[in-house]
């Protein structure tokens, strides 16, 4: 199983920015798949889920209708589209297989917001 991240980048405040996460070796379309992103000195937060269907999507509060959670199960990818960035937005991204009985998360990619 991989989950690659990417897509991370620097941002200027106010901007808008594109992750997107490959996912190889397992069923992609059969399972709920997740954001999560670490800011630096602070604990994993998850942002975003989206079932396998892709129909019911769930967000964090902190999020405030910011960020779109979204996959293609054609390509086995996970996007999230984040926009109105702030520096409080700057952490780590990762994406995480949710499957019964546990998870998987890949390595994040990086988002750097300046004010």
């Known amino acids: 199983v991989q989950l690659q991240a990417s897509g991370g980048g620097l941002v200027q405040s106010g901007g808008s920015l594109k992750l997107s996460c490959a996912a190889f070796?397992?069923?992609?379309?059969?399972?709920?798949m997740s954001w999560l992103r670490q800011a630096p000195g602070k604990d994993l937060e998850w942002i975003a889920s989206?079932?396998?269907?892709?129909?019911?999507?769930q967000y964090a509060h902190s999020i405030n209708g910011r960020f779109s959670i979204s996959r293609d199960n054609a390509k086995g990818t996970l996007s999230l589209q984040m926009n109105n960035l702030n520096p409080d937005d700057t952490a780590v991204y990762f994406c995480?297989?949710?499957?019964?009985?546990?998870?998987?998360r890949g390595q994040g990619t990086l988002v750097t917001v300046s004010s």
């Open positions: 995480r297989w949710d499957y019964t009985g546990g998870f998987r």
């Open positions: 070796g397992f069923a992609f379309s059969r399972y709920r």
């Open positions: 989206i079932e396998g269907d892709g129909k019911t999507t």
